[in-house]
C-alpha cells in the first residue's frame, strides 16, 4: 500500500513558477514508477509527467516539454515537478500517482496509487 500527498499548488501569474511535491508512505516507494497528471475542469485526466524507479528516464508530455521538470528523492520518498514558464492552460488540479508496471506511463488507468490533488492556477 502507497498513500501520496501532494502539495506546493496555489495561484502564480503567468511566466511564473511553482514546485509540486508529492509525498509517499510505504518501505515500496523507490520500486514505483511515478507520474504527475493534471484535470481541468470539463477535460479528462492528461499525462504530465513520470519518472523512473531509478529517477534515470524522465518522460514528459509534449504541452510541458522543456518548462516541466521531474525528479524524485527516494530517500524522501518524495517526488517533485518544478513548473516553470506557466501558462494559464496549465490551469488544474495535478495529481501524481504511482505505478508498479512502467509500461503505458501516459495511461492513468494503469497507475496503482492516487494522491489526492492539489490545485495550480496561472493567471493571465
Known amino acids: 500500500q502507497v498513500q501520496l500527498v501532494e502539495s506546493g499548488g496555489g495561484l502564480v501569474q503567468a511566466g511564473g513558477s511553482l514546485r509540486l511535491s508529492c509525498a509517499a508512505s510505504?518501505?515500496?516507494?523507490?520500486?514505483?514508477?511515478m507520474g504527475w497528471f493534471r484535470q481541468a475542469p470539463g477535460k479528462e485526466r492528461e499525462f504530465v509527467a513520470a519518472?523512473?524507479?531509478?529517477?534515470?528516464?524522465?518522460y514528459y508530455a509534449d504541452s510541458v516539454k522543456g518548462r516541466f521538470t521531474v525528479s524524485r528523492d527516494n530517500a524522501k520518498n518524495t517526488v517533485y515537478l518544478q513548473m516553470n514558464s506557466l501558462k494559464p492552460e496549465d490551469t488544474a488540479v495535478y495529481y501524481c500517482?504511482?505505478?508498479?508496471?512502467?509500461?503505458?506511463?501516459?495511461?492513468?488507468?494503469?497507475?496503482?496509487?492516487w494522491g489526492q490533488g492539489t490545485q495550480v492556477t496561472v493567471s493571465s
Open positions: 500517482a504511482a505505478d508498479s508496471a512502467g509500461l503505458r506511463l501516459w495511461v492513468p488507468k494503469e497507475y496503482d496509487y
Open positions: 510505504g518501505r515500496t516507494f523507490s520500486t514505483y514508477y
Open positions: 519518472i523512473s524507479w531509478s529517477g534515470v528516464s524522465t
